[in-house]
């Protein structure tokens, strides 16, 4: 069985969290990270083993799932915003 993995680059988190916002409008930040991690297998506990495990960035630096999951994450929220003010 393959291991689940965090996408690739904020791009995706980009459309996931555009997806989910459509589901539900007024879903905070916490929640949109709840769903994005049912939606892609990972464990959603954030103390589990899992989330301690170095990964390359396509910058290659080394660092920790849930250091990617959350820069990733809040790059994506960011973009969102901008993009929404500037409308």
Known sequence: ????????SYHTFVTLIRR???????AGRKVLKRRI???????PELDDP?????E????????TRRQLFE????VAMSRIRQKESKA
Do not use: K, T
Request: hydrophobic share 25%.
């Open 56 to 63: 390359f960035s396509y910058r290659r630096s080394s660092r």
């Open 1 to 8: 069985m393959q291991e689940p993995a965090i996408p690739g």
């Open 37 to 43: 991690m049912y939606r892609l297998g990972l464990p």
């Open 50 to 54: 899992y989330w301690d495990q170095c």
């Open 71 to 74: 820069d990733r994450f809040n």
């Open 20 to 26: 989910l916002q459509e589901e539900d409008p007024g």
